[in-house]
């Protein structure tokens, strides 16, 4: 029987401050930087697992929140898992509730074990706590366990926010001391401190202290604008350590992804992509198109003629257009499928710009196509 791999990272090179690097686990090897579709409720919305896989998708997340509610984190673990669950071969992250704890509001009490919420489905009570939520998280099998914390609300004052970082680190050496390690798993922390640089390297430090297998940035994304969140990652990612992996937890937009990787991130994670998808939003190399607009009726072209999805490759915005009116299933599939091809090709060309040593030149690319804008033709101009 072959020994399964020792959790690790291998910076590879850099080019600026965007980095590429070999994330090892104990189901395969993650090339970052990476794009990480989200399972919520062990499946991506409208994708089969071998339809995330062919988009070239090497790691996906899942929710500790949800699964605790339904089906529950032991019938999972009776079940082998959520990866033999659902069917997915790679490795899979499981975030650790906080934030959706935090997005429950007046259905939540706070104290300094943990929090008591009423569940969003039937109203029942439960209590997380960084103990519980690192054992779910052990349950559900996650290759990569995250540390239970407070996602701050924004706007927070500094001193709200200094208050809830602190409790993030006392919760993040709870759910440390929890953790059970095994070969190929490992378990990351989570910075905190809103847009408050101090308050962001204080938590860098104590997070470090802890010892973790790799460092998540949180708290942004949530309201505070993109330069907000660049400026908070260009004064925290130079804090954290070069050899483990940086992961900005629920970002983004593909201009959100180009920009955390230039500020030296590795790891994203959004529902975006089939969230748009959903609703007729598609991501291309020019920019974001609403299929639902009168002008695809009769539009015999692809949504992205350089994109080798079934979407793209099999139908025109045409016939797209005409499947979201007639509210039809597959607009939905469709699209989901494509806005994740798009957004693992637009991670493999940052993968092969860092390591050409050309990513300015791919990041002045990306921007002037996607303001170019998708009014004329593709393939044209």
């Known amino acids: 029987m072959?020994?399964?791999p020792e959790f690790g990272f291998h910076l590879q090179t850099t080019d600026g401050k965007a980095r590429r690097g070999q994330l090892t686990t104990a189901y395969g090897v993650v090339e970052t930087p990476v794009f990480m579709p989200v399972g919520t409720a062990a499946t991506v919305k409208g994708m089969m697992p071998e339809s995330v896989a062919a988009t070239g998708a090497q790691i996906i997340l899942a929710n500790t929140y949800h699964l605790m509610l339904r089906p529950g984190a032991e019938r999972?673990?009776?079940?082998?898992?959520?990866r033999k669950m659902?069917?997915?071969?790679?490795p899979l992250l499981t975030d650790s509730g906080g934030f959706q704890v935090m997005s429950l509001g007046p259905l939540r009490q706070l104290t300094e074990d943990g929090v008591t919420f009423k569940s969003h489905l039937d109203g029942s009570k439960h209590h997380l706590t960084p103990?519980?939520?690192t054992e779910i998280q052990?349950?559900?099998d996650a290759t990569i366990t995250m540390a239970f914390d407070e996602c701050t609300p924004f706007p927070a004052t500094k001193p709200v926010a200094a208050e809830s970082m602190a409790l993030s680190m006392r919760w993040a050496k709870r759910s440390r001391a929890a953790f059970q390690p095994r070969p190929g798993y490992g378990?990351?922390?989570?910075?905190?401190?809103s847009v408050f640089a101090d308050l962001r390297a204080e938590s860098v430090a104590s997070l470090a202290e802890i010892g973790f297998e790799g460092y998540a940035v949180g708290g942004l994304a949530v309201g505070e604008g993109q330069q907000a969140m660049f400026e908070t990652?260009?004064?925290t990612t130079p804090l954290m350590q070069a050899d483990k992996p940086r992961y900005l937890m629920g970002v983004g937009k593909p201009a959100d992804l180009v920009g955390g990787v230039a500020r030296g991130i590795d790891m994203?994670?959004?529902?975006?992509?089939?969230?748009s998808g959903r609703t007729g939003q598609g991501f291309t190399r020019r920019g974001p198109v609403n299929l639902k607009n009168a002008r695809h009726a009769e539009d015999p072209r692809p949504l992205d003629a350089d994109c080798h999805c079934p979407a793209c490759t099999h139908y025109s915005r045409a016939y797209l257009h005409h499947l979201f009116k007639a509210e039809e299933v597959l607009s939905l599939m469709l699209l989901s499928w494509h806005n994740i091809q798009y957004y693992q090709d637009l991670m493999a060309g940052m993968r092969a710009a860092i390591t050409a040593g050309s990513f300015a030149a791919f990041e002045a690319d990306f921007h002037a196509a996607q303001a170019r804008g998708d009014i004329e033709p593709i393939g044209t101009g």
Request: glycine share 16%.
């Open 2 to 4: 072959a020994s399964v």
């Open 76 to 82: 999972v673990a009776r079940l082998g898992g959520v």
């Open 86 to 90: 659902m069917g997915w071969n790679g």
């Open 131 to 133: 103990e519980r939520s």
């Open 138 to 140: 052990h349950l559900l």
């Open 187 to 193: 378990q990351f922390g989570i910075v905190q401190g």
């Open 233 to 235: 990652l260009e004064a």
């Open 268 to 275: 994203f994670d959004c529902v975006l992509p089939t969230r």
